[in-house]
């Protein structure tokens, strides 16, 4: 599909068809979108958990504010923000780079000194919005992967914090849910379908300077 007409196609799904699942096949090629990211120095500083049991997304129900997407959709895909891109971290992502491109690792220690200083210098708060930074990239190529897969998606940031970060386990003060993405397949019933998209017209959206 061409890629406008999936961006076009698109929209927030607010009731999923619940009778209908992503495949395995589908959902790895969105997921693998996921693992394709940019993320600032390289450094990913977040994990991604998909919910696809319905006990776990019945328990998630009351963490969200609308959950009619909860209830309905196929997978429920958390994106989350890790703030504990401490020495070992930034150590295994530098054996991953000598690994990876065959390098000797003593040959990285000058991008892994200035990575590492960087990184000190920012309190637990500033990493952490970084990370989320990094997890909205994420987001989006989830949803355009997902669009183009002809998967439908809603991005949801609407949930409890607190309550979502304990029903998934997460080590709080460390991890937190950035944002959450349920895909799945739009109902017929869901009249959000046949609204026309609002977007600011492109000589307000572009300065071309
Ligand atoms: C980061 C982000 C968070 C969002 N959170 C929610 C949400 O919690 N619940 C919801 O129904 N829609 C949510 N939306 C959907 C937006 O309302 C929607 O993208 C916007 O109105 C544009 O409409 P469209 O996506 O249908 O084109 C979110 C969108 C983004 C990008």
């Known amino acids: 599909m061409d890629y406008l007409d999936a961006l076009n196609k698109r929209y927030s799904v607010k009731k ?7 495949s395995p096949d589908a959902l ?3 997921l693998e979108a996921a693992r394709l990211s940019a993320s600032s ?13 319905s006990e776990m997304k019945e328990k998630l129900i009351p963490a969200f504010y609308n959950p009619s997407q909860i209830s309905t959709c196929s997978h429920l895909i958390a994106i989350v923000s ?16 000598s690994q990876t491109r065959e390098v000797p690792l003593e040959s ?28 909205y990239i994420v987001l989006g190529n989830l949803m355009f992967a997902a669009a183009l897969e002809n998967v439908d998606t809603c991005p949801m940031e609407g949930f409890k914090q607190e309550k979502i970060d304990e029903i998934l386990g997460l080590d709080v003060g460390i991890e937190k849910v950035a944002v959450t993405l349920a895909i799945g397949y739009r109902s017929e019933e869901d009249e959000f379908q046949n609204f026309k998209k609002v977007r600011k017209p492109t000589e307000k959206l572009f300065k071309f300077i």
């Open 41 to 53: 120095l390289g450094l990913q500083p977040y994990k991604i958990v998909i919910v696809e049991s």
């Open 28 to 30: 790895f090629h969105i």
């Open 108 to 135: 990285l220690n000058p991008f892994k000194q200035s990575i590492s200083n960087h990184i000190e210098r920012l309190s637990k708060e500033e990493v952490m919005t970084w990370a989320d930074k990094q997890c």
């Open 82 to 97: 890790k703030n504990d891109i401490e020495s070992q971290y930034i150590g295994d992502y530098f054996s991953n780079i």
């Open 16 to 22: 999923f068809n619940a009778e209908k699942t992503v």
